[in-house]
T-cell receptor, first 113, second 111 residues
Framework: DTGVSQDPRHKITKRGQNVTFRCDPISEHNRLYWYRQTLGQGPEFLTYFQNEAQLEKSRLLSDRFSAERPKGSFSTLEIQRTEQGDSAMYLC???????????FGPGTRLTVT | GQQLNQSPQSMFIQEGEDVSMNCTSSSIFNTWLWYKQDPGEGPVLLIALYKAGELTSNGRLTAQFGITRKDSFLNISASIPSDVGIYFCAGMKTSYDKVIFGPGTSLSVIP
């Protein structure tokens, strides 16, 4: 499978715990994006990398959130001290940069209890 | 907040009918994208539009990029049960920009 992959697909955690999600983009894509989607809404942009450089962060990305893409390949999104409001689907997308199309992974569904 | 509006919010149609849905924006986009999302999955890209006035087809799907660059529509012909899902329009300003999504149109197809 050469699409975008995300791990885990589902995560249930207790409030206050830290969680980390991983995204593996399509192999030749140099741009990687993170989005968050709550029930009944479209995805909302969180942050974007070109290679290993994080070039833009949304106001939605509070200081409890951090994202990395250390070698310009896979990326991780960490949420510290999770809150119930963090419950959402976290989506990763990648693009080649030459073209506008972003291809999405299956998402990680986070539930904070 | 989100800058895109989609109509209708939801649709219930009979199998075999044609479907039309619209998307409008408060600002200009240089690219329009249409995605379909199934429950528990990520959005899947259906059609990408790059030029004002462009009309593009993908099988039974046809989408158009509005002349004003502030709107787009998607048509689905001869709907089938697997067309069920949520359809999102999305806009981009540049090739490296974030995607701005609309709130979605939920489509239900009655066999």
């Amino acid at each position: 499978d050469t699409g975008v992959s995300q791990d885990p697909r589902h995560k249930i955690t207790k409030r206050g715990q830290n969680v980390t999600f991983r995204c593996d983009p399509i192999s030749e894509h140099n741009r990687l994006y993170w989005y968050r989607q709550t029930l009944g809404q479209g995805p909302e942009f969180l942050t974007y990398f070109q290679n290993e450089a994080q070039l833009e962060k949304s106001r939605l990305l509070s200081d409890r959130f951090s994202a990395e893409r250390p070698k310009g390949s896979f990326s991780t999104l960490e949420i510290q001290r999770t809150e119930q409001g963090d419950s959402a689907m976290y989506l990763c997308a990648s693009s080649s940069g030459r073209f506008y199309e972003q291809y999405f992974g299956p998402g990680t569904r986070l539930t904070v209890t | 907040g989100q800058q895109l509006n989609q109509s209708p919010q939801s649709m219930f149609i009979q199998e075999g009918e044609d479907v039309s849905m619209n998307c409008t924006s408060s600002s200009i986009f240089n690219t329009w994208l249409w995605y379909k999302q199934d429950p528990g999955e990520g959005p899947v890209l259906l059609i990408a539009l790059y030029k004002a006035g462009e009309l593009t087809s993908n099988g039974r799907l046809t989408a158009q990029f509005g002349i004003t660059r502030k709107d787009s529509f998607l048509n689905i012909s001869a709907s089938i049960p697997s067309d069920v899902g949520i359809y999102f329009c999305a806009g981009m300003k540049t090739s490296y920009d974030k995607v701005i999504f609309g709130p979605g149109t939920s489509l239900s197809v009655i066999p």
